[in-house]
């Protein structure tokens, strides 16, 4: 089967950024929804018209991935509004309740980058925000999408290319 929207493709793959270095492998096939949320845009237009065994090697400029960053999307908030077991890589959605920086976007997910005795520093910046990616991706199967599929405009769950924040190096992403 040809891969085009909508149906759903399994794939593998290995993720770096511009410089090569690693920064993720899906070495289990998992399963996406083409025509819908769960893929970048850029890698769905890849992927059409390819069919199962095929290998893609992609190169992603921030603004075909995750955006470039936004320095206004750092603030700093009160060491107090946070719960007391609070850690560098911990995501929080919106800003605690009292905080104190405003115009700051209510639905963003913000990562504690920096923990001190008086405030934490939060980005709302996706991990992977500027930055350039290469993206090596097998096609291991290619299906029909069902009714509920179609729908929903994913396969379920949450996909591994939107990801909310990133852990500790070395960590998967997914």
Known sequence: MIITPPCVVSLTWTLTDGQNRPIDALEQPVEFFVGGEDLLAKVEEALAGHQIG???????????????????????????????????????????????????????????????????????????????????????????????EIEARSVGGDSPLSVVAGGSPGTALH
């Open 54 to 148: 095929d290998e893609l090697q992609l190169h992603l400029e921030p603004e075909h991935a995750f955006g470039d960053y936004q320095p206004e999307l750092v603030c700093f908030e009160a060491r107090s509004l946070f719960p007391e077991q609070l850690e560098a890589g911990m995501s929080f959605e919106g800003l605690p309740v009292g905080h104190a920086t405003p115009d700051m976007p209510a639905d963003t997910i913000y990562t504690v980058t920096e923990v001190y005795p008086s405030h934490v520093v939060l980005d709302g910046n996706h991990p992977l925000a500027g930055m350039s990616l290469r993206l090596q991706i097998v096609v291991r199967d290619v299906r029909e999408a069902s009714a509920e």
